[in-house]
């Protein structure tokens, strides 16, 4: 089956930076649309950004301007690069694989505090 698995995730000052990574398993990457939500205690899992197959992005009105979601298909890898980090980014971290079924990581934490 499909694994992802996210790494990056860290304790941020606001206004500091992350680069969070997912590597994906299986042979099908450079077709799959990717995509980052996160989930915030107490909060419902928000979509944070996609990349398509075909490189097209999209982002969530908060992020935009700050967030920045590539992909490397050579290494069947996806990346979430976070700037200007504020404390509402704070939340855990999926990294999504959108195929016929969904695939998901286990998540990544980030905390942006002072």
């Known amino acids: 089956q499909v694994q992802l698995v996210e790494s990056g995730g860290g304790l941020v000052q606001p206004g500091g930076s992350l680069r969070l990574s997912c590597i994906v398993s299986g042979r099908m990457f450079s077709m799959t649309d990717m995509a980052w939500f996160r989930q915030a205690p107490g909060k419902q899992r928000e979509l944070v950004a996609v990349?398509?197959?075909?490189?097209?992005?999209n982002y969530v009105d908060s992020v935009k301007g700050r967030f920045t979601i590539s992909r490397d298909n050579a290494k069947n890898m996806v990346f979430l690069q976070m700037n200007s980090l504020k404390p509402e980014d704070t939340a855990v971290y999926y990294c999504?694989?959108?195929?016929?079924?969904?695939?998901w990581g286990q998540g990544t934490q980030v905390t942006v505090s002072s």
């Open positions: 999504n694989a959108r195929m016929a079924a969904s695939y």
């Open positions: 990349i398509f197959r075909g490189g097209t992005t």
